[in-house]
């Protein structure tokens, strides 16, 4: 083996051949290459010959094994291999433009902070905003209301979308923002599910960072894209959910989430663009000439919303800044990406100069303990990339700068750090350098402190009270700040790089480029970018300008500058006049034949190649297993054990691999120039490639239990996605190589080729993968590419990037056969060789290549008649052919060989043949008219055979075709080159004689071996076909055609009368390839005959695998075991000892498993109720059972009840009188027992965490418990159960998505087979909707061509069997629409008004009057009856319109559903079978026949014997159901014997049946995505509904179910507030000082807000003590199934309907304290959910703040069942106690209201005494005197008497005074008289 490894090998060059050397050698090289460090190549071949043999004897077989199915080939490649990997794809295609919808419903909010709110929640996304109404006067608003925003674009914008989801207190003028909260919609995206549901966002005030949680909001958010599929989540229904368990935060986050700052730090700039854009700026530039930078470069950094700009700094290129950007987001944040963009400040506008994303999960690791480490960056660059740099004075390739697109072009450089800091609150301040100095790397130890202390002084002061500092420290605003740094971050040891590439071939240049000389620039960085980049010496000056900081350098830089001066700097190739291809005039090629130009830059980077060296490494190891998977995945179609065998190879080398490389990292000497986040990052890789290699090696080992094989690939492609995540290096170092190629000396296209890929490294793992080899680019145009062919030429370049003291390496690589050419500038003394301008390569050879074109499969349509007609275009070297064009089909048989005659090829033999040029095959559609449109393209590797070698033929092998980035479908092809000896063309192998055309067939040895084959076809009928030309079809005929043969149906005489055909089945010989893998596709053709024998094509469907039709002989498993037979099925159950029903039920399961698909428990679930007429009472259990043992859904507990271990059965019992008296038991208890069911099984499945208790297929929960050691405590707990549960009520299937997706489209009989019409290559990829022309309903049947003619059984064709009659059904059709959920809104304001619409055929129902008002969750509770013919009419669209008054209703979405196909499938689909045989009733027995009929039937239909019917059990072939089958109607009468429950049993778990079996459709309501034609693939609601049909030739069944919704029942609340207490005093008495309140109390439910009814008011209450006697009335509706209170009301003075709105039925009882002139104080109030609320207190001592905030569930008790409730309860204000009230609670129905009223407040009938207030409440204003006495008179009675006393003395005196001079004159005067 070992000496002819080599040749035949390389012939061989199967794909299989190829990477078992490849694996094999690559594993051990890591090893011995990595110590010996470089190894000469030549030893290397050599020593990995030997080492090939080792541990592969098992495999030989593989290797000699080569089939084809791969576009690759490899030759042995541990050594450096001289080409490239081909890649198949040609370009990853422009990110697609596409449609999100994004739907978020807001559910409630609890613990909102603040008194006596509104809240209010507004969602912001982007500019778009929208809001919710508002609440009045609660801390915990329910709203569930939904919100649709639709968005259009590519992926990565939508990402970095921010939802702010924003609570604000509404007020009239102006709002308060009480909390906040943002996601990006990334974050949503990558949940699983693309959505968070039920979870509650935590809000936070932005403006204070303080005060920690504002409240929490419950929402579900969903991102959806087209495609995606919603999950529907069931909603938990438990009341005290825990909030802090379901934070809105991703999986894996923790639930507390503190606060921090980011940092991001800009050091300076160097390299922006010279330019400004502005025009004013070139008229400067014209005066001034180009001596000064016109670029003022300021940086933006966004972050969650916020934006932070550093300052401007003019004219300069090479900006230094030194300012910080902070951000305080809580982490770790729900906004994964930093944006930095650098700008350039105009005149006019400002322009941006590039843009850089850094993704926070790229730079830290959540982990837990000392693995994980918070973000941190740098100080390290980062390359910006864009436009291209030109001056031009508009820049049309704008939006790259954006951010938008791949970068063109090198724009300049920043150096940044990011750093996080957690903040711990204003105390513990002094962890805050300690973190700062553990985040940045030792050596900037001092600066960190110098610039953070600033920070932190700043921050202290703000504490002592300097308010407005404080205010920015603790708000969430940006702040921009100068730091200080040491000059030791300057120390950057700058490396020299040299980048070496020769040019070997350059075809394929699009001719549009022109004549004109063509060069080509490739340059890294700015050096070599001839145009606008960097002249070498002005680089040199300011490189030593800067290292003037530090001595050394200074040394080493200018003893270098004098030998770099007379190195030359070659970066572009010599322009050449382009030449025309021979054979296709559009491509044009430069004649680089035997003299290959080289170019050679140097330039300076700093030293930090280890980054993309640890890259390289890890991408190798994800390289190598994802050939490893491929070849594993081709395997998988040959042999199980080969692939197996070949997983398990690839793992053990990963896990090689994996060791070496921590081996390496943990040797590594600790390198200076280390940032952190390159020490974090080298410790995380060796935790993750620890622990992958630990969960391979579990996987290799496998002791436990099998791994399938599928499950091994899933692993390993998470292993490889881990490693891709971790080869990304966010820290850049050398920025990307571009090649331009330039025409006449401006860009014209350019390929960008990352600086990883070509780094040369002496160990092998860590070079680059395209180091050193020819690597084949394709350029492209810069910018938005116009959509079709975008290759503007193709080049085969080899590069070489390294540092100079590797120079003497970079020809190593060459291939042999070169002479150099030097520059002849060069000086004599120079130190090494200077690099060539040229390489001479002077043998010449001679080649034929052979093409051999043999098919292609699945190519896109590109005419409007859905076909193409292809041809394709080989091009090799300067060489191109076509092959000949085959019309209509997208499946064309070229079987063509194009001979391509004399290609010279320079360079030595060998090589040549182990690496030959590549193929490149482009795929057109031909157009009559026009240019010919692009399909698809493909490269490939040609087969070589060198003269005097052994021939061997190549094997034809599946090349996949792309078109941009779709799926463009394979080519069937192989390509050989030949070389031609010097004795001419004579001796080649021969070819086969061409055609009259001279086209040269494949030649036979290389075709497939064929043989024959038969294929039948089942025809039965056409569907849903539309228009064509503007004419309906009508004449419709199928053609079927394989391998050039085919066969055609018969004419379908009138499409509209019956759309099947006449003759079923025919069938047809083919020759088709023995390998499987080779099959040719099936295409089936509609065409219509017209008038005059006209025909039309109607539509095509291509078949690309007809694997799934291939026949295989049914082998009916062996007849089980005999202790199977017995299956007990459940009625008896109950009554049976234990032992007994186990062994036989264990078996049984087993069996189960490997028969059924889905998998339907043998029904112990429902356990049978003991017959309605004889109604059991519960007996008390002895021993409750206590909640943690796990609830098996056989527990029938209705709804009320809850997992109370210490309830007791009697009030257990008295709620189940309760709820069956109030609600007679109709369709609705046994719907909402089945959601009760589907929640259980849900908490069941996560909470139980045990594998086997549920069974979860596609979506839909199926309860098995099928745990087999805890079977006989489960049977116990059964038992118990049973005893335990009120009689049990029927549940019926809920499933989460369509019946069809459950059972598989109903295709058991028949396939669908969607027509299409149209082009497919439009810009969104041709609507799928759009190009669906019809469908046809057929089957196909493949088998080798027995010998004898005579066809399949009996002379009938196989695919016969088991087929219905074909002839017309009437129908009687029943849909029963329950409900929908989540419309999109179709109105202005966000809601709906849906009614139904059925169509079907021409029959059209609308149910326009039962519209339901502005909802978008109706409940419809609809039935329709419709007749119908089958095959006529069978695709029933229901649909959902919006009424509106004005203007055409609005179509929300439709769903479609093929009747046909569920009628006729052996699913038993037209009438679910429900789960218990009843006679009247909710559960009467719906289906028009009977259980025992349909049993009889079924076996009929299948052959099987039976049913044979005896006492207690039922026998069908041979197994055996027991059961009940005798029952006791009444006591005194005889018993009955009736066969259906048992019949039932066994028609619920006929997939037991051995070979025939199969699940039969349970009574269900399935859930039917909504669409909408405008908006394709996006849900648009859901709707529940479920569809019955009975064939009218039957007995017509009974009345249709009534599923009308319930009406909600009236109840009145009547609510007595008796006395508060301990109320908090707010005023205070002017003159005493003495506080007291004026109380009164308001009460409303919540929802009814109008109906707000208030107490009087407690005056003067000085001790909080107020006494009312006041009755508060409430009337309301409410519907106990789903304990909502139900609110009918007008939205606004507009709206024409009320709105009919559920929510939970809530209390409020607020205590306020009465003011006449200012508005009232609020005091506090008592929120009580009416369904659960806390006990009360017996005494009003009792009663505190504990009693609401930390009751249990048990503790709860709910007004619903105990009616009347007095005591007392506390008011809270801001989470403290502010009074208690004295309550009484009396609920009645309305109809007791109606015979007993009562009156409000005091009135009649009923009324209350007055209060007996004490004396001091009374209110001022309205008793004056009664204030003063008990204010004044009371207090100050002696003041009050001794200055009244006073007051009379100084009046007596004043008085005295005052008239005594006048009577002492006037006695005078009198006197004298």
């Known amino acids: 083996m070992d000496s002819s490894e080599g040749t035949p090998q390389s012939q061989r060059k199967g794909l299989f051949a190829g990477i078992k050397l490849k694996k094999k050698k690559k594993g051990d090289k890591g090893l011995t290459i990595a110590n010996k460090g470089a190894v000469g190549d030549h030893d290397d071949t050599d020593s990995l010959q030997q080492e090939i043999p080792v541990g592969q004897e098992g495999e030989e077989g593989e290797i000699t094994y080569d089939d084809a199915a791969s576009t690759s080939s490899f030759g042995a490649s541990g050594f450096w291999k001289k080409r490239a990997k081909v890649e198949s794809k040609i370009h990853e295609g422009e990110p697609k433009s596409q449609n999100y919808q994004i739907a978020i419903t807001i559910i409630e909010a609890r613990q909102l902070v603040g008194e006596n709110i509104d809240p209010v929640v507004i969602i912001e996304i982007g500019d778009e905003k929208k809001q919710t109404t508002v609440k009045e006067g609660t801390n915990s608003p329910f709203y569930n209301e939904y919100f649709v925003f639709d968005f259009l674009g590519p992926q990565v914008h939508l990402f970095d979308k921010i939802i702010k989801i924003s609570v604000m207190h509404n007020k009239l003028i102006g709002s308060v923002l009480i909390g906040s909260f943002k996601v990006d919609l990334g974050t949503v995206y990558l949940q699983p599910g693309h959505q968070f549901c039920d979870k509650w966002a935590l809000l936070t005030d932005p403006a204070d960072i303080r005060t920690g949680a504002k409240g929490y909001l419950k929402c579900d958010i969903s991102v959806t894209g087209k495609g995606d599929t919603i999950q529907a989540a069931q909603k938990a229904s438990d009341a005290e959910e825990q909030i802090e368990k379901n934070l809105l935060i991703p999986k894996g986050f923790p639930s507390e989430r503190p606060w921090a700052r980011f940092y991001v730090r800009i050091y300076k700039a160097e390299g922006l663009p010279k330019m400004n854009s502005s025009i004013m700026a070139n008229v400067t530039k014209a005066f001034m000439g180009d001596s000064k930078d016109l670029v003022d470069p300021f940086v933006v950094v966004t972050f969650a919303g916020l934006m932070g700009r550093t300052t401007v700094q003019k004219n300069c290129a090479d900006p230094v800044w030194h300012e910080q950007v902070i951000f305080k987001e809580m982490f770790p944040p729900l906004c994964r990406r930093v944006k930095i963009q650098v700008w350039d400040e105009g005149s006019m506008n400002d322009v941006a100069l590039a843009t850089h994303f850094i993704d926070l999960k790229k730079i830290s690791n959540e982990q837990d303990g000392d693995k994980g480490f918070l973000p941190t960056f740098g100080p390290a660059w980062i390359n910006l990339y864009g436009s291209p740099r030109n001056h031009s004075l508009m820049d049309d390739h704008q939006e790259l700068n954006e951010g938008y697109g791949e970068g063109v072009s090198f724009r300049g450089r920043l150096l940044i750090e990011l750093a996080v800091e957690i903040l711990s609150g204003g105390a513990h301040e002094s962890k805050f350098s300690k973190m700062i100095k553990e985040l940045k790397p030792s050596s900037k130890d001092k600066d960190a402190k110098g610039s953070k202390g600033s920070g932190k002084d700043k921050d202290k002061g703000a504490e002592d009270g300097k308010p407005s500092a404080a205010d920015k420290t603790n708000s969430t605003d940006v702040e921009v700040e100068p730091f200080d740094v040491l000059p030791e971050v300057h120390e950057e040891t700058f490396e020299d790089f040299l980048l070496f590439g020769a040019f070997f071939e350059a075809t394929m240049i699009d001719r549009k480029v022109g004549d004109k000389p063509i060069s080509f620039e490739v340059s890294v960085g700015n050096f070599g970018n001839v145009i606008d980049g960097v002249s070498p010496g002005r680089r040199k000056k300011s490189h030593e300008g800067e290292e003037e900081e530090s001595a050394p350098l200074l040394h080493e830089g200018s003893g270098e500058t004098s030998h770099d001066i007379a190195m030359p700097l070659v970066s572009t190739t010599h322009p050449e006049k382009p030449l025309v291809t021979e054979g296709n005039r559009n491509y044009s090629y430069l004649p680089y034949d035997e003299k290959k130009p080289c170019v050679y830059i140097k330039s300076f980077w700093g030293d930090q190649t280890f980054r993309l060296y640890f890259s390289n490494t890890l991408e190798k190891m994800a390289d190598l297993l994802e050939e490893g998977l491929e070849h594993v995945k081709d395997l998988i179609k040959v042999s199980e054990l080969a692939s197996e065998e070949k997983m398990r190879s690839t793992l053990n080398d990963f896990i090689s691999q994996s060791r070496a490389f921590i081996a390496n990292a943990e040797k590594k000497p600790k390198l200076m120039n280390q940032t952190a986040l390159d020490k974090k990052r080298l410790t995380l890789c060796k935790q993750e490639l620890e622990a992958m290699a630990k969960d391979a090696k579990g996987i290799i080992q496998q002791q436990k239990k099998k791994i399938l094989l599928d499950e091994m690939m899933r692993e390993t492609e998470g292993f490889i996605e881990k490693i891709r995540f971790l080869v990304d290096e966010p820290q850049h170092t050398v920025p990307d190589v571009f090649i331009w190629m330039l025409s006449n000396n401006k860009r014209v296209a350019y390929a960008r080729i990352p600086a990883k890929d070509v780094l040369y490294s002496p160990v092998n793992d860590q070079r680059g993968k395209h180091c050193g080899k020819i690597k084949t680019h394709f350029l492209k145009l810069p910018g938005k590419r116009p959509s079709g062919w975008n290759v503007h030429g193709k080049v085969d370049v080899y590069l070489w990037l390294g540092s100079t003291k590797y120079a003497h390496t970079i020809l190593d690589n060459l291939p042999y056969g070169y002479e150099t050419e030097t520059p002849s500038a060069a000086s004599a003394g120079h130190h090494t060789a200077p ?989 004056p005197f009664k204030c003063l006495y008990h204010l004044i008179w009371r207090n100050y009675k002696k003041y009050i008497i001794i200055g009244l006393i006073l007051i009379i003395l100084v009046i007596f005196l004043v008085l005295f005074i005052y008239t005594l001079p006048g009577a002492i004159s006037r006695r005078i005067v009198v006197g004298s008289t």
């Open 835 to 1823: 690099p060539p301008v040229s390489l001479a390569y002077k043998s010449k050879l001679f080649f034929q290549l052979r093409a051999h074109m043999y098919q292609a499969r699945g190519l896109i349509a590109a005419d409007n008649s859905g076909l193409s007609d292809p041809f394709a275009k080989v091009t090799f070297v300067s060489h191109c052919q076509t092959t000949k064009i085959i019309q209509q089909t997208l499946s064309p048989t070229w079987n063509q060989m194009l001979l391509f005659n004399n290609i010279m090829l320079h360079g030595d033999g060998k090589e040549i043949a182990e690496f030959p040029p590549v193929v490149v095959v482009e795929l057109y559609d031909d157009d009559a008219v026009g240019k010919s449109e692009y399909i698809g393209s493909t490269v490939a590797s040609p087969v070589v055979t060198l003269a005097g070698e052994k021939y061997e033929p190549p094997k034809l092998c599946y090349h996949p075709v792309y078109c941009g980035n779709l799926s463009g479908g394979d080519l069937l092809a192989a390509f050989e080159l030949l070389q031609i000896s010097d004795a001419g063309p004579e001796n080649l192998p021969p070819v086969d004689p061409p055609d009259v055309s001279l086209i040269y067939p494949v030649p036979s040895n290389i075709r497939p071996v064929l043989s024959k084959y038969r294929i039948e076809v089942l025809f039965w009928g056409l569907r849903e076909l539309k228009k064509v030309q503007l004419l309906s079809v009508d004449r419709p005929q199928v053609l079927i055609e394989c391998a050039a043969k085919g066969v055609k149906s018969s004419v379908i005489q009138s499409y509209k009368n019956n759309p099947n055909f006449n003759i079923l089945a025919d069938w047809f010989e083919v020759e088709l390839p023995e390998n499987e893998l080779l099959h040719p596709p099936l295409s089936i053709c509609v065409v219509d005959w017209r008038a005059f024998g006209r025909s039309t094509l109607v539509g095509t469907h291509t078949i690309n695998c007809l694997k799934q039709f291939l026949y295989k002989s049914k082998e009916l498993p062996a007849p089980p075991a005999k202790d199977v037979n017995l299956v007990d099925a459940g009625p008896a159950q109950a009554l049976q000892p234990v032992q007994a029903a186990e062994s036989s039920v264990d078996h049984i399961y087993v069996d189960v498993e490997h028969s059924a698909p889905v998998l339907a428990v043998p029904e112990p679930e429902p356990v049978a109720p003991p017959p309605p007429s004889a109604p059991s009472l519960p007996a008390p259990s002895p021993k409750p059972v206590s909640p943690s043992t796990p609830e098996p859904a056989k527990d029938g507990k209705q709804k009320d009840l809850r997992k109370s271990s210490r309830r007791s059965t009697k009030r257990k019992k008295r709620t189940i009188a309760d709820e069956s008296a109030e609600n007679v038991i109709d369709w609705w208890s046994k719907y909402y027992a089945s959601v009760q069911k589907v929640q259980k099984a849900k908490v069941l499945d996560f909470g139980d965490g045990k594998p086997g208790n549920t069974t979860r297929t596609s979506g839909h929960v199926t309860l098995s418990i099928d745990d087999e050691p805890d079977r006989k405590k489960k049977d116990k707990l059964v038992k118990k159960k049973v005893k335990e549960a009120s009689p049990k009520l029927a549940t019926l299937e809920i499933y989460d998505g369509d019946l069809e997706s459950e059972f598989n489209n109903f295709e058991d009989w028949v396939k669908t087979f969607e027509l299409f019409r149209g082009k497919s290559n439009d810009e969104d990829h041709g609507d799928y909707d759009e190009r669906t022309i019809g469908k046809f309903k057929g089957c196909f049947c493949i088998y080798k061509n027995p010998d004898d003619c005579c066809s399949g059984e009996g002379g009938q064709p196989k695919i016969l069997q088991g087929i219905p009659p074909n002839h017309s059904v009437k129908v009687l059709i029943r849909v029963y629409v329950v409900a929908a959920f989540n419309l999109s809104p179709a109105d202005p304001d966000g809601k709906s008004d849906p009614y139904i619409v059925l169509r079907l055929g021409n029959t059209e129902i609308k149910d326009r009057d039962n519209y339901i008002p502005k909802q978008l969750n109706p409940v419809f509770g609809r039935s329709f009856e419709l007749q119908a013919t089958f095959p006529k009419e069978s695709l029933l669209s229901v649909l959902i319109y919006d009424y509106d008054m004005i203007g055409s209703d609005d179509l929300i979405g439709e769903t479609k559903i093929d009747l046909e196909n569920r009628f006729y499938s052996r699913h038993r689909a037209n009438c679910g079978l429900q789960s218990q045989y009843e006679i009247e009733g909710y559960n009467a027995w719906r289906d028009a026949t009977k259980p025992t009929e349909i049993l009889t039937k079924l076996c009929k239909d299948n052959r099987l014997s039976g049913p044979h019917m005896q006492p207690g059990k039922i026998q069908i072939g041979d197994k055996v159901f027991t059961g009940q089958t005798v029952f006791h109607e009444d006591e005194n009468e005889e018993p009955v014997e009736s066969y259906e429950h048992l019949a039932l049993k066994v028609l619920r778990s006929w997939n037991e049946i051995p070979g025939v079996g199969c699940k039969l459709v349970p009574e269900h309501i399935e859930t039917r995505p909504i669409y909408h034609r405008d908006k394709p693939g996006m849900e648009q609601g859901r709707v529940q509904m479920w569809v019955d049909m009975f064939p009218k030739d039957m007995p017509l069944p009974g009345p249709p179910v009534d599923i009308s919704p319930r009406k909600p029942k009236g109840y009145e609340l009547r609510v007595i507030i008796w006395n508060t207490e301990d109320v908090i005093l707010e005023d205070e008495n002017i003159f005493t000082g003495q506080k007291s309140s004026d109380i009164y109390v308001k009460g409303w439910l919540k929802g009814l807000e109008d109906d707000r009814q208030e107490t009087d008011v407690h005056y003067n209450s000085l001790t909080g003590e107020g006494n009312f006697n006041w009755r508060f009335v409430y009337p309301f509706h409410y519907l106990p199934a789903e304990k909502h209170m139900v609110v009918s009301k007008r939205e606004n003075i507009f709206s024409l309907d009320k709105t009919e709105r559920k929510i939970p039925a809530e209390l409020v009882l607020q205590v306020w304290d009465f003011e006449r002139l200012s508005s009232d104080d609020f005091l506090g109030s008592l929120e009580m959910n009416l369904n659960g609320f806390p006990r009360a207190a017996k005494t009003s001592k009792r009663c505190d703040i504990s009693m609401v905030t930390e009751t249990s569930e048990e503790n709860k008790i709910s007004i619903f069942q105990q009616k009347r409730v007095r005591g007392w309860w506390p008011f809270i204000k801001a989470g403290e106690l502010t009074g208690k009230v004295e309550a009484e609670f009396h609920l009645v129905t309305a109809e007791e209201a109606e015979k007993n009223p009562v009156g409000k407040a005091r009135k009649e009938p009923e009324p209350l005494e007055k209060p007996n207030r004490p004396d001091t409440s009374f209110s001022w204003f309205v008793n």
